[in-house]
T-cell receptor
């Protein structure tokens, strides 16, 4: 079964500094990869996704992520964080078999704190 | 222009008293999912509908059931809620499941007293 590891439970970054959130997955083939953001008490919003092709993907709110097959990683980056980026970030793997839809497997999340 | 709507946002139920959570969508998506998210944990898939086909995750307790009477609506029924079922319940939809992003509702926070 596939799994997703987000090794950092909490990360604190100063406003204006760069950010990298780590994500590693375990799966026998190239999975479909996603990053979602969740503000307190809210649902999840998609930041970006990777299916195939260019390994550097651009998302909303100035985020990008790079797929590295050799490292089984899909790290999320942002060059300059804003206070509004404080939230919980989830990396997820999608696995679809046959014609059906199997849903997403999420990592445990990284809580991002922004220091003024 | 909310696309996935969950009602209510907050639900308090008594231990053992059946409760139903509601999800509706305006996207006309084929797939509807229910996830359970306990405090400070990742969302965990309970089950999903692909059109009318119901797909239950192997480790979803029998206490959890779901209904999808039409494309737009999906319900989560908890037959006998226990204290361990207190969580945020997230509904999500996707167009066809393959290479399609999931759109999430804002969730229903369930408290069991």
């Amino acid at each position: 079964a596939q799994s997703v590891t987000q090794p950092d439970i909490h990360i604190t970054v100063s406003e204006g500094a760069s950010l990298e959130l780590r994500c590693n997955y375990s799966y026998g083939a190239t999975p479909y990869l996603f990053w979602y953001v969740q503000s307190p008490g809210q649902g999840l919003q998609l930041l970006l996704k990777y299916f195939s092709g260019d390994t550097l993907v651009q998302g909303i709110k100035g985020f990008e992520a790079e797929f590295k097959r050799s490292q089984s990683s899909f790290n999320l980056r942002k060059p300059s964080v804003h206070w509004s980026d404080a939230a919980e970030y989830f990396c997820a793997v999608g696995l679809w078999s046959g014609g059906g839809a199997d849903g997403l497997t999420f990592g445990k999340g990284t809580h991002l704190i922004i220091q003024p | 222009d909310a696309m996935v709507i969950q009602n209510p946002r907050y639900q308090v139920t008594q231990f053992g008293k059946p409760v139903t959570l509601s999800c509706s969508q305006t996207l006309n998506h084929n797939v509807m999912y229910w996830y359970q998210q306990k405090s400070s944990q990742a969302p965990k898939l309970l089950f999903h509908y692909y059109d009318k086909d119901f797909n239950n995750e192997a480790d979803t307790p029998d206490n959890f059931q779901s209904r999808r009477p039409n494309t737009s609506f999906c319900f989560l029924d908890i037959r006998s809620p226990g204290l361990g079922d207190a969580a945020m319940y997230l509904c999500a939809t996707s167009r066809d499941g393959r290479k399609a992003e999931a759109f999430f509702g804002q969730g229903t926070r369930l408290t069991v007293v």
